[in-house]
């Protein structure tokens, strides 16, 4: 089964600062991997959606990279701003089966 | 707006009672999935169903049934609900191509007293 973790589970930081959220995962054989983010109270919204075959993949001031053989993926967050207070979770999808494994998130506070 | 929708957004049960999740989208997706998030455990898959006519059993399927009602819908029953199964119940829906993630309804808040 794959085991995903998310280090650290919470992070608070001033408004503006660059941030590196972490996602490690136990099987390499991944299809893709996911990150999301999730409001108090809310669904999940995806934020970047990276393949195997892919290094990284950006969205704004997002940038999500992948490196299989190490088993980790980070999430790179640029200028932060208070909106980006969230909790942020990676999901993997193997190459068999159907399903994701989620981590169980970094909570993230931007203080203004 | 197009997406996945999911009824009721709250509920309470009683232990023993019974209730559907009714779980819709509309984006021709072929595959949809039911997690559930309990806190410090993340999201735990209960059931999917890649297509239409098809369920699968995920990671903790034990008191829960599920139905692929059609290519839109998929519905979650807890036929006698315990205490274990409060929790917030995610609806999930995935396109036909490979390369494609989830998109996630917003949830139902459920508790069982």
């Known amino acids: 089964k794959q085991e995903v973790t998310q280090i650290p589970a919470a992070l608070s930081v001033p408004e503006g600062e660059n941030l590196v959220l972490n996602c490690s995962f136990t099987?390499?054989?991944?299809?893709?991997l996911q990150w999301f983010r999730q409001d108090p109270g809310k669904g999940l919204t995806s934020l970047l959606l990276?393949?195997?075959?892919?290094r990284e993949q950006t969205s704004g001031r997002l940038n999500a990279s992948l490196d299989k053989s190490s088993g980790r993926s980070t999430l790179y967050i640029a200028a932060s701003q208070p909106g980006d207070s969230a909790t942020y979770l990676c999901?993997?999808?193997?190459?068999?089966?159907?399903?994701?494994?989620f981590g169980t998130g970094t909570s993230l506070t931007v203080i203004p | 707006n197009a997406g996945v929708t999911q009824t009721p957004k709250f509920q309470v049960l009683k232990t023993g009672q019974s209730m559907t999740l009714q779980c819709a989208q509309d984006?021709?997706?072929?595959?949809m999935y039911w997690y559930r998030q309990d806190p410090g455990m993340g999201l735990r898959l209960i059931y999917y169903?890649?297509?239409?006519?098809?369920?699968d059993k995920g990671e903790v399927p034990n008191g829960y049934n599920v139905s692929r009602l059609n290519k839109r819908e998929f519905s979650l029953r807890l036929e006698s609900a315990a205490p274990s199964q409060t929790s917030v119940y995610f609806c999930?829906?995935?396109?036909?191509?490979?390369?494609?993630?989830?998109?996630f309804g917003s949830g139902t808040r459920l508790t069982v007293v």
């Open positions: 999901a993997v999808r193997l190459n068999t089966g159907n399903q994701f494994y």
């Open positions: 999930a829906s995935r396109g036909q191509e490979q390369d494609y993630g989830y998109t």
């Open positions: 099987d390499s054989a991944i299809y893709n």
């Open positions: 990276i393949q195997s075959s892919q």
């Open positions: 984006m021709n997706h072929n595959s």
């Open positions: 169903s890649a297509s239409e006519g098809t369920t």
